[in-house]
């Protein structure tokens, strides 16, 4: 039975991992799992920025590294994930946060950008999932991965999603497979669908802005990385032992607009 708040949602000598971390909502996420007492991993492309984000962990208090990862290249998620196991041991949460939100509308699409995202939001978190679901299972302590899709895979759209949309799809389909594969393991696996996040990603993305669903007020309007961090930390907590194969959309209260 739980005695306090840190039996239930403390994350104090864990290791979590957030992959694109070094902006938008992943800065969100590692901060709250910070706040709970875990040694956070910044793992990003962007090694500058997310080095600069640990720094600021580090100041306050925290425990956070940063690690380089091109999340398109086999070999630098296999490197990383090495570093990661090396450097403060084995993760007890990856979240998969990653992502390209690049838009092209269908009729323009390209096969090109098709393969990059899918590369990057896809199959980069399928290799992480790989890699650090092994060294979770090799450790016998359980663990948790949280998957970052999108509510646009529950009608928040906008035109020119084929990409990001479909990829999103996929990895909802990695934590329904992962899920049952690592459940013997102790091993949680569930999925958060962030709606409107205003991002340096979002709005840097390329392609036309577009009018769609997404677009329209929702009753608690825009989401906060921080938010979206709180929806992860309760899958990595304690709290949610039992809990796995599920989807949590935080997504400002679309699905009653």
């Given at each position: 039975m739980a005695k306090s708040l840190e039996d239930l949602?403390?994350?104090?000598?864990?290791?979590?991992?957030?992959?694109?971390?070094?902006?938008?909502?992943?800065?969100?996420?590692?901060?709250?799992?910070?706040?709970?007492?875990?040694?956070?991993?910044?793992?990003?492309?962007?090694?500058?920025?997310?080095?600069?984000?640990?720094?600021?962990?580090?100041?306050?208090?925290?425990?956070?590294?940063?690690?380089?990862?091109?999340?398109?290249?086999?070999?630098?998620?296999?490197?990383?994930?090495?570093r990661i196991h090396e450097s403060v041991g084995v993760p007890w949460l990856l979240v998969n946060n990653a992502a390209l939100q690049d838009r092209e509308p269908l009729l323009e699409a390209t096969a090109y950008d098709w393969d990059r995202i899918h590369k990057v939001n896809a199959r980069g978190a399928?290799?992480?999932?790989?890699?650090?679901?092994?060294?979770?299972?090799?450790?016998?302590q359980g663990g948790r991965i949280v998957n970052i899709a999108s509510n646009a895979l529950r009608g928040g759209l906008i035109r020119g999603l084929v990409s990001y949309a479909s990829s999103k799809g996929a990895l909802a389909a990695l934590s329904l497979a992962t899920a049952f594969e690592l459940a013997e393991y102790a091993i949680t696996v569930n999925t958060i669908l962030p709606g409107a996040v205003i991002t340096p990603g979002a709005i840097?993305?390329?392609?036309?802005?577009?009018?769609?669903?997404?677009?329209?007020?929702?009753?608690?309007?825009?989401?906060?990385?921080?938010?979206?961090?709180?929806?992860?930390?309760?899958?990595?907590?304690?709290?949610?032992?039992?809990?796995?194969?599920?989807?949590?959309?935080?997504?400002?209260?679309f699905s009653v607009s």
């Open positions: 949602f403390g994350l104090t000598g864990r290791v979590a991992v957030v992959t694109g971390a070094a902006s938008g909502i992943g800065v969100g996420i590692a901060r709250v799992l910070a706040l709970a007492g875990a040694t956070v991993v910044l793992a990003d492309i962007d090694h500058g920025e997310a080095e600069r984000h640990a720094t600021v962990l580090a100041a306050a208090g925290h425990t956070a590294v940063a690690v380089p990862v091109d999340l398109s290249e086999e070999a630098s998620i296999t490197e990383a994930c090495a399928f290799l992480m999932t790989r890699e650090i679901a092994r060294a979770m299972v090799g450790a016998r840097n993305a390329e392609g036309p802005l577009s009018d769609g669903p997404a677009t329209r007020k929702t009753p608690f309007g825009f989401q906060e990385p921080d938010e979206i961090g709180a929806a992860v930390l309760f899958f990595a907590s304690p709290a949610a032992r039992p809990i796995t194969n599920q989807v949590l959309a935080v997504d400002g209260g």
